[in-house]
């Protein structure tokens, strides 16, 4: 049985291992490699530093070679109203815009009520013998008036740099009522385009537009020229 056994391992041993030709076969092509890399590795090195590499700070170029100037940035479509008046025009607060408003219906109020008084009258006071009174140091002397410094009123709903965006604007203004205009402009040297409303006779006027704006969610500012 002992040497049955014996004979049995010997089989089993034999089956796993690898025949001496194929164990000196793999020696020698693993020493012919690593000599092979030794001999060509300054070969190698120097292939693979002849690779392009990409540069973050490289321009494209036209069909015939010339570098193409990069993009700009974009700009920001809307400008700020502040930074595109002249000096004559002046932004209105609406603190001040309701306050001059209120001040002009007031004053229609009471000269509507001078003009009710005065039709409502029986004209100049009549002397006991019923003739009107003459005054014996003539007419009075005409009334000269003082020329008062005319000002207008403007909406400036929006401003941009493309007509495209200017006109769509115009288009919503129009969907409320009100009529708006496009005015090309310089500005600082860029050509802006600004959606404008007026001029209004008053600020009352003025403050009822822009209260229109507003109820269909159209921000705008109030403008006065000098």
């Known amino acids: 049985m002992a040497a049955r056994r014996g004979k049995n391992q010997a089989k089993r041993s034999g089956k796993s291992s690898l025949p001496g030709g194929a164990m000196v076969l793999i020696v020698v092509l ?15 090195k120097s292939s693979a530093s002849n690779l ?14 010339e570098e193409l100037a990069p993009a700009p940035d974009r700009p920001k479509p809307k400008y700020d109203f502040y930074t595109l008046l002249p ?7 609406d603190a001040e815009l309701d306050a001059q408003a209120q001040a002009e219906a007031a004053a229609r109020a009471k000269a509507a009520a001078q003009a009710s008084a005065q039709a ?24 000269v008036a003082t020329p008062t410094k005319v000002e207008r009123y403007l909406i400036q709903a929006g401003a941009f740099r493309g007509s495209a965006e200017a ?11 009100e009529i708006a205009r496009v005015e090309v402009a310089q500005i600082n040297g860029n050509t802006v ?10 600020a009352s006027a003025l403050a009822a537009a822009k209260q229109a704006l507003a109820s269909h969610g159209i921000d705008a500012q109030a403008i006065k020229v000098k």
């Open 30 to 44: 693993a020493g012919a490699a690593a000599f092979g890399w030794w001999q060509f590795r300054d070969r190698f």
């Open 52 to 65: 392009p590499t990409p540069d973050p700070q490289a321009t494209a170029r036209g069909a015939n070679g």
């Open 87 to 93: 000096e004559k025009e002046v932004v209105i607060p």
């Open 120 to 143: 409502s009258g029986t004209g100049a006071p009549a002397t006991d013998s019923g003739a009107p009174s003459l005054s014996l140091d003539g007419p009075a002397p005409a009334t």
């Open 167 to 177: 006109e769509a604007l115009k288009a919503k203004i129009a969907l409320t009522g």
């Open 193 to 202: 385009h600004r959606v404008r409303m007026g001029p209004y006779p008053d």
